[in-house]
């Protein structure tokens, strides 16, 4: 049985018709009997982080994972309810922004037959609320017989949280908490979100405070905060955002994030976390009293908050906790695939399978079509194929090397765990410094997190005694005291980590990497992040590799069995490669005098019907620029690059497009479009 999970809004990527502002995330996942066979966020395929689309291309590539079409789909789940599409789509046909009125199955199935050339048959359709598919999400494939199940998040269908009761394969709703962001709400998610951006950070930037809150006192602004909230009987809290106010009133304006962060900033990202905790463990206690649970399952947003989960451990509260890796909106759609199969009429006590990895996305190929990528940047790179990839990646790391590291399936969720990671000695405290300034072009504040051998963690690593196995880097834990100052590279502030255990199990070409550290150097741990930099999501392909390797101070690069390293080409050589817009990026033309308009995108034409107006302030003097209404990419171009990217379609080269130019400025575009390509508002790459 195949059933597919779908989140995300109905719009393709040129679309703006039925987006509401509060979809991200878009995912598809998809599940055979039970077991997941693909899941992948559609950020990974078009490049901007959090991308609400409709997820075609995470469409296409499960249904390709699995060696099926769409025909052989059992079930098609979506985690929305059916009559809210309905209103949107009324809505939109009132305004005339659709031609015609559809239900939503009617709909969806119109969109299908677009896209896949099959009419899909809407009574294999079904439909699930936002938070249920959360808890979904985090108990089903737990592998805990019974557990508590809790949601936590900004909102979703109106409300911020749910609590539930899992046992077997039955899920018993026992209470929610609302959602929306007025004067008075129960949204720890908008709660944190909306301190965060006092902080000068923007919306999806919350874990930057969480990293930033271990330097901060939170007394000093205790007192202040505990007007921000009270606490009820029964699990219940009320959170007053319209006292948020009272922050300007102690400590001045906002933070604007050209400004330095500041102790005081420091102080007061310490208290959010404080009293994130303090309410969280409000609602957690109340109901592990209430139902006798030592076990918990958690989804939604707050819950990748891993200092939180950290310090619940080792509360003793629970003796087991499952985190889904997935808990943001993108794991809606495992959930509503969960559902699909665990909840069918026709199979009603189905054998629950048990997440062991995360590892659920595109393979980045084998040694023949990865050494077919490499060929086509020879101007750029050389390479070498290795007998044994992990002992000569684990040579380069103990020699200072900072290394890209791309092995098979990419990950799911936000987490990098070994397949399309960054990876260094854990032990250098510089190497901190390192990465944030030159390779994730990110605050210095932010930690990294440590993979650690299954089998050593807890020499290194303050365990609960009843869980050892934390392979998914969403809980902090205590670094032992006598390896804090040797772990200078992973080890927090606070003496802290987030920990990523390695099984040689799941991943056996990561495992055998950090053992052959291990007998290196005696450490059985590399420091472990993202592989992106910091205006894009995670790489997928092996080119979105080379790419971030090119444009970045990586040092080293290793994929599949390949050892990659730079070359110094040739400025001119760069001509040879074809420039394009992504889909998303388009070019504004603002005149001193006038508004912003749209001069062009990647096809000529505007894609959005809504413009931000304020791209810039308005005594600049700014003649064009590119930017994007989702990521909020942007960035200043001069008027030869603007008249370029409206003729580049990535069939021309950026030398044919730079002819007719006199040499030095031919030389000023290379360099404005290499720029441009380093911050992902342009694409440079060989031909297909």
């Not at 395929?45 to 025909?71: N, T, V, W």
């Not at 999400?137 to 557990?147: I, L, R």
């Not at 939604?300 to 950290?310: E, F, I, L, P, Q």
């Not at 000695?425 to 440590?450: C, Y």
């Amino acid at each position: 049985m195949y059933v597919m999970g779908i989140t995300g809004s109905f719009d393709r990527v040129d679309e703006v018709v039925l987006t509401n502002s509060g979809v991200h995330d878009s995912s598809v996942s998809l599940i055979k009997d039970g077991e997941i066979v693909a899941a992948i966020e559609e950020e990974r395929f078009i490049r901007y982080k959090h991308s609400g689309k409709l997820p075609l291309e995470s469409i296409r590539y499960c249904l390709q994972a699995a060696g099926i079409d769409l025909s052989q789909l059992d079930k098609v789940v979506f985690n929305v309810l059916e009559k809210d599409i309905d209103e949107s789509l009324e809505i939109a046909y009132k305004q005339k922004v659709l031609g015609g009125y559809w239900t939503a199955r009617q709909f969806i199935q119109r969109i299908l037959r677009r896209e896949f050339g099959f009419t899909f048959d809407t009574r294999r359709m079904e439909f699930i609320d936002h938070h249920y598919a959360h808890a979904v999400s985090a108990f089903y494939p737990s592998g805990f017989e019974e557990s508590l199940v809790v949601t936590l998040d900004g909102v979703g269908a109106g409300l911020s949280g749910s609590v539930w009761m899992g046992k077997g394969n039955e899920l018993r709703h026992i209470r929610n908490y609302k959602g929306r962001a007025h004067a008075t709400t129960q949204s720890l998610g908008h709660f944190y979100a909306a301190v965060t951006g006092y902080l000068g950070f923007k919306h999806f930037d919350e874990y930057k405070v969480m990293g930033l809150a271990p330097y901060g006192d939170p007394s000093r602004f205790r007192s202040l905060f505990q007007q921000f909230y009270s606490l009820g009987e029964e699990g219940d809290y009320e959170i007053y955002l319209s006292k948020l106010d009272l922050l300007k009133q102690e400590l001045g304006p906002a933070r604007r994030k050209d400004e330095p962060v500041r102790q005081a900033h420091q102080d007061v990202a310490a208290a959010l976390q404080e009293t994130l905790e303090l309410l969280c463990f409000h609602v957690l206690e109340h109901f592990q009293k209430e139902t006798g649970s030592r076990r918990l399952c958690l989804a939604g947003g707050v819950a990748h908050n891993c200092a939180m989960n950290g310090k619940l451990l080792s509360r003793g509260l629970f003796d087991e906790a499952f985190v889904q890796p997935a808990s943001h909106d993108g794991g809606l759609s495992l959930g509503a695939a969960m559902h699909g199969y665990y909840c069918d009429g026709s199979n009603s006590t189905p054998k629950r399978h048990v997440m062991t990895h995360a590892l659920l996305g595109p393979d980045c190929g084998d040694n023949d079509a990865i050494e077919r990528e490499l060929d086509l940047w020879t101007d750029y790179l050389e390479y070498e194929k290795s007998d044994d990839i992990a002992e000569s990646a684990a040579e380069l790391i103990s020699q200072g090397i900072i290394l890209g590291w791309v092995q098979g399936r990419s990950e799911f969720g936000p987490r990098a765990l070994g397949n399309r990671s960054i990876i260094a000695d854990p032990r250098p405290a510089e190497n901190k410094d390192i990465i944030n300034a030159m390779i994730k072009k990110r605050e210095a504040f932010r930690p990294f997190a440590p993979s650690v051998l299954e089998e050593e963690a807890d020499v290194y690593f303050d365990l609960p005694p009843h869980q050892k196995a934390f392979p998914y880097m969403v809980f902090v834990v205590k670094v032992r005291e006598p390896y804090r100052d040797l772990l200078g590279a992973i080890t927090h502030v606070n003496g802290s980590a987030r920990i990523q255990t390695v099984s040689r199990d799941s991943n056996p070409k990561y495992w055998a990497l950090i053992d052959a550290f291990r007998r290196r150097t005696g450490i059985p741990i590399v420091l472990n992040t993202s592989f992106n930099n910091n205006a894009e999501p995670i790489v997928n392909t092996v080119r979105e590799a080379v790419s971030c390797y090119i444009t970045t101070g990586l040092n080293g690069l290793v994929i599949g069995d390949f050892v990659i390293r730079k070359k110094q080409p040739e400025l001119a050589s760069y001509a040879n490669l074809h420039l394009s817009l992504p889909s998303f990026v388009q070019i504004h033309r603002r005149d001193i005098r006038g508004p912003l308009t749209v001069a062009a995108s990647n096809n000529g034409e505007p894609f959005f019907k809504e413009l931000f107006r304020n791209l810039y302030p308005a005594d600049r003097d700014l003649e064009f620029c590119l930017g994007n209404t989702h990521d909020h990419r942007k960035a200043e171009i001069s008027s030869a690059m603007a008249s370029m990217l409206a003729r580049a379609d990535g069939h021309l080269t950026l030398g044919e497009l730079i002819q007719g130019q006199d040499a030095s400025e031919q030389e000023r575009l290379i360099e404005e479009a290499i720029d441009l390509w380093g911050r992902r508002v342009v694409r440079l790459q060989p031909e297909v």
